[in-house]
């Protein structure tokens, strides 16, 4: 069989939901993405940050269409999937990306923030999947990919909240993949080690959570938001037609060690 770079890779024209992309990772892979021809539609709960990732589109000469939304409030995700249905009539991708993290001993651990970001993290993603997946399933066709975090499979003090939701969204992506399968939609995760941006500024700044970190990644260097792209590119691609419930592991070796 021969096989075509565009049959293998092509996004060309396909319609990409990428959440969190005001900022951060999801505004990253929102541009990869639409630098390698799909229509990347941006959501996150900020306006302004939102605003900031037009401009800076604009200034890479990429496209996109911005929709802000609260992952977790299902009338908030429901609108947003009819407008990029109404937009561009079919969705192909969504990258569940928006997250949050707090740290905390587990005996100050405030609850409130313990639920806070389970329900951003987990049940935000599962929101956004539900939404989105009834579009695909008419379709019988799609690609999720949920962001996950080595913490999915690793725990770390003062990182339960986040671990847990993290351990959650591996298990919800499974389930969710065996459920889908036969409906040619599938659902992966990726799970990246530490990659500079402002949620773990802090920690990275502090000298010693740094040269921990450092002397464990084989890599011997930190992850960068661009080095994301490729592997999500390659989940939302024809290329992956047959992987479906996996966790790829984006972490310079971290895992494998
Ligand atoms: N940065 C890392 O080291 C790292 C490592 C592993 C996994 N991750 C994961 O990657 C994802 C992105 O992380 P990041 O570092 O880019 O974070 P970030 O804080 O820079 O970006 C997160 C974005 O999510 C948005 N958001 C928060 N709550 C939302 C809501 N209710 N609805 C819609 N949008 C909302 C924020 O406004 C923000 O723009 C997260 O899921 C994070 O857990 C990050």
């Not at 999720?144 to 975090?149: A, T």
């Not at 003090?157 to 993290?166: D, G, N, Q, T």
């Not at 700044?205 to 930190?222: F, H, I």
Request: some cysteine; hydrophobic content about 45%; proline content about 2%.
């Amino acid at each position: 069989m021969q096989y075509t770079l565009e049959e293998m890779y092509g996004l060309k024209d396909k319609v990409c939901i990428v959440t969190g992309a005001g900022r951060g990772i999801g505004r990253e892979v929102a541009a990869g993405l639409a630098s390698i021809g799909a229509h990347a539609v941006l959501v996150d709960i900020s306006q302004p940050l939102l605003d900031e990732a037009l401009q800076e589109f604009a200034e890479r000469g990429l496209q996109g269409f911005a929709v802000a939304t609260d992952i977790t409030s299902e009338a908030s995700v429901d609108a947003m999937t009819a407008a990029v249905v109404q937009k561009y009539g079919q969705i192909d991708g969504l990258v569940n990306c928006a997250g949050v993290t707090y740290l905390e001993e587990q005996q100050d651990f405030d609850i409130d923030k313990f639920k806070w970001v389970i329900d951003i993290n987990l049940t935000g993603t599962m929101i956004c999947c539900k939404s989105v997946s009834k579009y695909m399933l008419e379709k019988k066709s799609g690609r999720i990919v949920n962001i996950s975090s080595v913490r999915g499979s690793q725990g770390k003090a003062k990182f339960s909240a986040y671990a847990a939701s993290k351990g959650a969204i591996n298990n919800l992506t499974r389930s969710i993949a065996v459920e889908f399968a036969p409906h040619n939609i599938n659902v992966n995760a990726v799970a990246p080690i530490f990659t500079l941006t402002d949620i773990n500024k802090d920690i990275l700044d502090q000298k010693e959570a740094y040269n921990w970190v450092m002397s464990r990644l084989p890599k011997g260097r930190l992850c960068e938001k661009h080095l994301l792209v490729g592997p999500i590119a390659f989940l939302l691609s024809p290329c992956s037609d047959f992987v479906t419930g996996q966790i790829l592991h984006v972490d310079g070796g971290w895992m494998a060690g």
